[in-house]
């Protein structure tokens, strides 16, 4: 198993409201990414945070936010959640943000109702 | 930006048999090819993984092999196992920028007695 914790690990919101996921990277990691996974498919890149700075962003909205903190652990924050927001969230850490193998988190899986 | 292709998305072998996964990619820069085995509700793990510079990489049953001419990888498993039945996921990166992982759709391989 990897270092990558994440939590919780199961959160269930109503449309419209926030939500705050974590993500606490591997010992040595500065980077994290974080992926949208949705049943049945490959994970989506959402952002890369790299020593606290955003390092990267995919095709999502502005309402899809994060945050590195100075011991690199990360936050990803989802407001005016919509039904199509429910899926498995995965962060990965790496060495650098330079393309180095990412190993990932167990995930928060989010139900919005 | 990058676009990885993934076949089959269903793949059932008997045990002992080999499993072969393709994958192909559209950027010709990309040049980082990881390979993740995820079992279910279980976080993405990667297997083995290969750089442009390198054709072939093997680990004990499990090999890629990589055309950067035909844009093209593919992953081998030999001797295939029960404990191999999962879904498998191919991705591509151009290192030494923002690690956006693209990730193709996933093969869920299936072992059976």
């Known amino acids: 198993e990897t270092g990558v914790t994440q939590s919780p690990t199961h959160l269930i919101k109503t449309r419209g409201q926030q939500v705050t996921l974590r993500c606490s990277s591997q010992?040595?990691?500065?980077?994290v990414s974080w992926y949208q996974q949705a049943l049945g498919q490959g994970p989506q890149f959402i952002f890369q945070?790299?020593?606290?700075?955003?390092?990267g962003r995919g095709n999502f909205p502005p309402r899809f936010s994060g945050l590195q903190f100075p011991n690199y652990s990360s936050e990803l924050n989802v407001n005016a959640l919509e039904l199509d927001d429910s899926a498995l969230y995965l962060c990965a850490s790496s060495e650098t943000g330079e393309g180095e193998t990412q190993y990932f988190g167990p995930g928060t899986r989010l139900l919005v109702l | 930006g990058e676009n990885v292709e993934q076949h089959p998305s269903t793949l059932s072998v008997q045990e002992g048999d080999s499993a072969v996964i393709k994958c192909t990619y559209s950027d010709s820069a990309s040049n980082y090819f990881p390979w993740y085995k995820q079992e279910l509700g279980k976080r993405p793990q990667l297997i083995i993984d290969?750089?442009?510079?390198?054709g072939e990489k093997k680990d004990q049953r499990i090999a890629v092999t990589l055309n950067k001419t035909a844009k093209h990888f593919s992953l081998h498993i030999t001797e295939t196992q029960p404990e191999d039945s999962a879904v498998y996921f191919c991705?591509?990166?151009?290192?030494?920028?923002?690690?956006?992982?693209?990730f193709g759709t996933g093969t869920r391989l299936q072992v059976t007695l």
């Open positions: 945070y790299y020593r606290e700075e955003e390092n």
């Open positions: 010992s040595g990691h500065n980077t």
């Open positions: 991705a591509a990166i151009l290192t030494g920028t923002a690690s956006k992982l693209t």
């Open positions: 290969i750089r442009s510079n390198v």
